[in-house]
């Protein structure tokens, strides 16, 4: 299981992001101030950090210089948006910068690219009867290959990674084409429908009235 | 705009340069042309006199040689110009031309043979008349004379004409050597007058640097001052400008510093709640959760929304202190306090806190809703810093002209290196704890924005785990000419 430590010292986004990252199947430790967070880096390795980068006791950059000795990716986050904060964040050495206040669903985002950038997660996801190769971009059904498109794939992986979480149209539209969701767009149903049919997923896409639709594995 | 600048140095010199060369070799060359013409002078009237004397000679020996002759002789005009020749050569006039002439213009003897010029006789009038005229003739220059020579058998003419060439010959040496003189004086005063312009404008093109210097962005640079003269004196305005100027822009930076701070401060304590509240929302409609965690969700939202809420009220009040119209009136500081007190009661009751109050009678000018405001504020820092039990003494005793009003707690303290930033909006020792308390790090903002309008100054002094003390100085309030004059100040 994948290891990460949270270092926030506002308990409720701490509480936030620990419940979200539990739930998304990771093992989740938080950490209230910069000193409980270098204390447990030492004891524990980690697979992921995420900092704030105003703590308590020991800052945020001074906490990823001991997390990238160990070798550990650091995603940052904060309340500063300045460019500049996020250039020396990122020129320290932070694999990614969330500012404030983000969504849940981009946060997991980000872990889960991070973490395939190190390897630290697994290349290829089992769910249901499907395998599908997340670097390699292949998805296969029962062993037989399918194939799809690219906002299909990605789709499906949105789908794969959150399940049993209702997606928002926008969210959706936002997430996989990167564009602002106009309201009467159609775009994201059609491509739902294509991916649905091509893999069989009627029964495990749901559709909730007026809102979007859910992933269930069951 | 730069090249405008250069142009107008340059100006300034060229005049200073141009102006005193050419007013050195003006009055170099007047004084000159007035010397040469008046040497020259001198010569020519030094001839002019030694030509006289053969003149009166002449008319003399002539006038007392005819007297001697018979009344009927005939030929006087032959014997005239005997008496001429003999005279050319007892006078030593030789080297002269020596022409008379008969009353008619017609000239009975001629030493030597020369170009004639022709006279106006009739401008000689009266015995011993002479006329003076400088003749060139054939390249030689002469000093002519025609002397009348009146007598009863006739009158005659004699010119005389010397030559005077060798001084004009003298003068043009003289001329040369003065173009020479010219020349090299010329140089001196231009080497001099571009030495003086130089050291001149100088001072300026150094004042002319450090306002460039100033204006590209080298605030610290200064021109340095010398000598006691007039441009040295604008160079101290100069300096004295830039020091105002230096001063405002560093407070001026320190203002948009500290803007800048509040707003970035600002940005963090509204994104945090925002963040709790977005996100716990957002699980509350994308997931399936379970009672306790439904009711989480609903308890963070509630709390982060709460927290917005009161930063919004601090923030209203911080802004509105500028708009509310403020009401200073003489109030006694006891009064004001008991006021206050039941308001505060229950905080202090909660923690079961000793609140001790010993207060002087004293008047002082304030607003009540600020002063309510204010010591609010502080009494409820105390309470925050005190554990259950803990005593919290409020003095107030009139020292000279000033109410000083003590809220002293033996809570937990404030850490030296903390207090200088203590007033600052946003600025908490610790920030968790703070949050718990419902604390948005503007308490002491307020405070510092209600004491300056008081007129009053106020120190925080702590020991860290021991106690703090928070001294409050208030102008005492000492009756109708101290109101005006406050009043004035206030509205």
Known sequence: ?218 | MAGKRKRGKIKLFWKQFVGMLGLILLVFSIFSSFLLYSVFRMYVEEEKSRMSEKISMFQYSVRSALNGLPEEYEAIDYAVAQIGESLVNSLGSQNDIVRIYQKKGEMIYENRTSKQISHAYDELRGENACMWQTVKSQGNYYLQSLSLMENKKGNYYVEIDHDITYIYQKREELYSQYRLILLIATLLAGVLSFLFSANFTRPIRQLSRGARRFAAGDYKSRVAVRGNDEVTVLMEDFNHMADRLEKNMHRLRENVRQQEEFTASFAHELKTPLTSIVGYADMLRTMQLSAEEVFLCGDYIFRQGTRLEHLSYKMLELAGMGEKKIRMHPLSVKALVEKTMPAMQMGLKEKQLCCEVQLEEGTIYADEDLFFSLFCNLLDNSRKACEEFGNIYVKGIIRDDLYILVIEDDGRGIPKEELERIKEAFYMVDKSRARKEGGAGLGMALCDKIVSIHNACWKIESQLGEWTAVTIEFPLYQGQREKTGEGQDET
């Open chain 1, 1 to 218: 299981m994948i290891k990460i430590l949270v270092a926030e010292d506002d308990e409720a986004i701490s509480n936030l992001i620990c419940m979200n990252l539990a739930k998304a199947g990771y093992a989740v430790k938080a950490a209230l101030d910069g000193q409980e967070a270098a204390d447990m880096l030492e004891k524990e390795a980690f697979d992921l950090c995420l900092f704030d980068i105003m703590l308590p006791h020991i800052g945020g950059y001074e906490l990823l210089e001991y997390a990238k000795s160990l070798q550990i990716p650091v995603i940052f986050l904060t309340a500063k948006g300045e460019t500049m904060d996020k250039v020396k964040g990122l020129r320290l050495g932070a694999d990614d910068y969330m500012v404030k206040p983000f969504q849940i669903i981009e946060l997991l985002a980000r872990v889960e690219s991070v973490l395939r950038r190190y390897h630290r997660t697994v290349q290829k996801l089992r769910v249901l009867d499907m395998e599908i190769d997340v670097l390699a971009r292949t998805v296969t059904k029962n062993g037989e290959p399918v194939v799809l498109t690219y906002k299909e794939f990605d789709l499906l992986l949105l789908f794969v990674q959150n399940p049993n979480r209702a997606l928002y149209r926008e969210t959706i539209y936002e997430r996989v084409w990167d564009d602002i969701y106009m309201e009467e767009s159609r775009t994201v149903d059609l491509h739902v429908q294509r991916l649905k049919k091509k893999l069989g997923l009627e029964r495990h896409i749901e559709t909730i009235y007026k809102v979007g639709y859910r992933f269930v594995e069951k």
